[in-house]
């Protein structure tokens, strides 16, 4: 992509090999780390990178972490001015559209999350290499930037879940500068799924914001990597207090909007937040649901 405007076509992928299937657990109620699977004797043979995602598990509505002891640094401070061009072998793109993404999400966010989108997009690919997944890093590295704008209150709506909220404010950034609709619409889901497990039915670049958060807010996939990598990634854009504040801003956003995130992981976060709401009830609408036949 030159400086005259963004490409209409796909660049070369980083790390182009061929397309791996997914694979995932019928038999479980919400996406599953592979730290869980490793315990398993069923776990089928598939590439590690499809059993990563940004929830760890969900115990009685609750998200569980299973390990993040890898990203523990002193507090430094926030990361501003021009992105560094290399992180832990990962080049940040220093395209027109990929500076804007990156201005347009340090304008919304508070510096704690900028920092937490960067370390997603650089986690991502380094996942992503550790797998094999090829990727178009200007298309990833916008989604990884903007994919919590949602959680912002300048891009937040009323009704829908911050990762919807998110990837339609991604989608609006790149379709008003005549990025392609195919490029456009791969950005949303990639935000919008990114803490979903029907990410895995998704091209294996989608999945790459979901790996790329997972690590680090929950340390999913860490062992993967090289402990120079993580140091370098969090060197370049410190956490901070980050795990406090990030959870703080999940809880603003459930009191904000309690009953948006019905049937996602911020569920039991929402309603443990919202003690005095009472939430629809399944089992009461399913008993006390009727139908009455329409007038002749």
Request: glycine fraction near 8%; charged fraction near 20%; include cysteine.
């Amino acid at each position: 992509m030159g400086a005259s405007g963004p490409s209409t076509s796909w660049p070369k992928l980083i790390g182009a090999r061929p397309h791996q299937s997914f694979r995932t657990y019928e038999n479980l109620p919400m996406a599953i780390t592979r730290d869980l699977r490793a315990t398993s004797t069923r776990d089928p043979p598939v590439a590690d990178w499809t059993r990563r995602h940004f929830v760890v598990a969900m115990v009685s509505g609750a998200a569980v972490c299973i390990s993040a002891r890898l990203l523990a640094l002193a507090e430094a401070p926030p990361v501003h001015g021009a992105l560094p061009r290399e992180v832990a072998g990962v080049s940040l793109p220093v395209t027109p559209l990929a500076r804007a993404a990156t201005d347009t999400a340090r304008a919304a966010s508070p510096p704690f999350l900028f920092n937490h989108c960067m370390r997603t997009y650089v986690f991502g690919a380094l996942l992503a290499a550790h797998d094999g997944v090829a990727y178009d890093a200007e298309t990833i590295f916008v989604a990884a930037a903007l994919h919590d704008l949602g959680l912002t209150t300048r891009y937040a709506t009323p009704s829908h879940t911050f990762e919807m909220d998110g990837a339609d404010a991604a989608k609006s950034f790149l379709v008003s500068r005549g990025v392609a609709e195919a490029r456009a619409e791969l950005v949303w889901n990639a935000i919008a799924l990114h803490t979903s497990m029907l990410v895995e039915h998704q091209p294996p670049q989608v999945g790459l914001v979901g790996s790329g958060a997972g690590a680090d807010v929950f340390g999913s996939g860490l062992e993967l990597l090289g402990a120079g990598q993580v140091r370098a990634v969090l060197a370049a854009f410190p956490r901070g207090d980050f795990n406090r504040q990030f959870r703080d801003l999940l809880v603003d956003h459930c009191r904000r909007k309690p009953f948006v995130q019905r049937g996602t992981w911020l569920e039991g976060l929402c309603r443990a937040h919202n003690p005095g709401l009472v939430y629809p009830d399944l089992e009461s609408r399913l008993l006390n649901a009727h139908l009455a036949a329409p007038p002749d």
